[in-house]
């Protein structure tokens, strides 16, 4: 007899495998994801295969051609949860942000330390892309405090960022869009180097979680963990995150989510779907921790 159950991560992916042909028949399925069934705008505690799609239509609109409401492996029964993922976009922007390289902007993830003495800033690669549009080539990096609009001159963008589409493994995930850019201010060099503590991090979040960003200008946003190990129709995904009104705009990427204990989750790099706000309502993300080990770096706080 099939009963509904507790499906562990493992399950998720079984379940996923074999039903990924069937899914992604669907015409307007982009994607799917492993999170939690919601329900009425409430995160229930059932384990759900999440499909994205570029347009969700009424059961009426649908016809024969629904998306099943279940699927099965051997008596594990899992629900599936059908979210319309649309415009998904890098969330790079105008000043005034956290650090810009006079033509893309974005926010600083975190300093941080390769070797002692070394001290580096970490974002994004699409917001270190500079006048030729290029990451591969240096570029003067200018650095601004939370409330401070002002820019200053912090150090170069390094030549040789992360950009890939990720590779779908259980750990080494989803897309890298990660770089470096250094510091030459000695007094923050010091005080990062010498001063700061290493980071805390929560390395494999459930699904369901609260989590916030703490963004430029006092701006603090929050969301909930929809899913992790998303598949869309170009890319892998580490984390989606369901953003809370009135969700996040350009400038935002490398926005570090946190969970209420201040542990590091996830970094926000792309935004997609859309509040009556304009801002973004879902976070496409990487595992800070994982960027943090694919840029050989310590990240710091």
Known sequence: MSTKAKASLEQLRKIRTREADRLNGFDNVVGTGLGQKKTKDKY????????????KLSTQECGKHKIPETLKLGNIVVETDVIELTNIHNQHGEPPYFCSDDYQQGTV??????????????????????????????????????????????????????????????????????????????????????FSTPMRFWNYPRKGTRVFLSLSKGRKVTGTINAVESITDDFFVDVLIDIDYPGTFKGDSGGLWRTANGNAVAVHCKGAGAHTSGGSSYSLCMYAHRMQRELGVEFRE
């Open 109 to 194: 993830t975190a300093l941080c330390v390769k070797k002692p003495g070394k001290v580096y800033g970490a974002t994004c690669t699409h917001c270190l892309t500079g006048e030729d549009d290029d990451p591969y080539t240096p570029d003067k990096i200018y650095l601004a405090s939370q409330y401070d609009e002002d820019f200053s001159y912090i150090g170069m963008s390094d030549e040789n960022p992360l950009d890939n589409n990720g590779f779908g493994l259980p750990g080494d995930y989803g897309f890298l869009d990660a770089s470096l850019f250094t510091v030459e201010d000695n007094a923050l060099k010091a005080k990062v180097d010498l």
């Open 44 to 55: 229930t505690s059932a384990a759900a295969i999440v499909v994205y799609v570029s347009n």
